[in-house]
């Protein structure tokens, strides 16, 4: 007879500081692309379009991998990041762009089983205030991503690609035996911070509730995936200034998601999910307009500061709304996925129409449209009820 009480599989894992720490990694690794692609075209000799198709092969990886988190969300967590130290590391080896293309999708599903187990995991844990706690677990992710261009610009002239990627793959090694290692040392204790749900599991949703969901995520890993993933090469070729490489916009606009993030945990507490969310959809599409009409680093600079700042709610404030609908694990890494393959389809097709018009500027008309496509989205609920919070 087991007499110690257990955290059931939607709780059950690493304490919340080795999830802070899988974050910050999940979130550098998300984005490396990104930084680095310039460096990785040209020394594969790779157009746009081509160089579309690795961001297109992560983001694929990652939609598969969300699609497939397990039930005991632990072995997403730690098995995703056995998944990303094997990816990384392999493309940190790879010679053209079939391999990077191959070896970029497993660190992808890698990818999107830590981010999908981990959200739905936090979501089941923190039940009172569930936007603000994501929020607060998502500053970590953004902290990592603001790392990638810093670490990628201070190393990468000293160590070269291949070795940053090798020693970046182990430290989800780490990540993963501390993690790992957390949970069995702990084996019949509830994460103190948690706060498991009694109530019996409510049936599978509709898809017609979820339908929403699954476009706002859908479509917002396109605009942020189109944004981050352009931006340094955007800034080596419009900018009159190339701080860092070109990596300083993405840096900036990092921060700004980061420190948005930090204040979006507290803005969630007094202000719903709804507005919140739909008021930086607004700002996002003006302030992405604005940067097609940048000439100098200034006022890119600034462009950067606020696109973070505006995107920065999204995020945490949707997810929160879709946790308040109490979706069996399944459902919520289904709509997290979706995210992945918005992020797969949208950069790509950003490739495509710099390659076929000549302008990177030109193809930052896809980022806008979606940026209204998203807002217009938010405004729509087919599934409302009187039991269920709005969007």
Known sequence: MQLSHRPDDTTAGPSVLWLALGFLLTGLGTVLLGPILPSVSQNWHLADSQSGLLLFAKFLGSFIGGVTVPRKLRFGILGGTLLACAGFGAFGLSQGLLSGMLTLFVAGIGLGQIIASTNILAGHRY?????????????????????????????MPHFGLRNLLLYFAAAFLVISIGGGLDWRLRPGKASRDSQPSDAPRNPSLPMEALLPFVLLLFFYGGLETCLTGWLTTYTLRYSDTHLLGGQSATILMWTALTAGRGLSSIALR????????????VFSFVFTGALTMTHHATELSLCCILLGLSLSPFFPATFGLLMRRSPSAREAGFVLAVSGLGAAAFPWLMGIVSTHSGSLRLAMA??????????????????????????
């Open 127 to 155: 039940r009172a205030h569930t936007g603000s706690a994501l929020a607060s677990l998502n500053f970590f992710w953004s902290l990592g991503a603001v790392g990638a261009g810093v670490i990628i610009a201070a190393l």
């Open 270 to 281: 007094y202000i719903r999910e709804s507005t919140v969310q739909r008021v930086g959809l």
């Open 366 to 391: 896809v980022p806008m449209v979606l940026a209204l496509l998203l807002l217009a989205v938010s405004f729509w609920n087919p599934a409302r009820s009187s039991s269920s919070p709005a969007l």
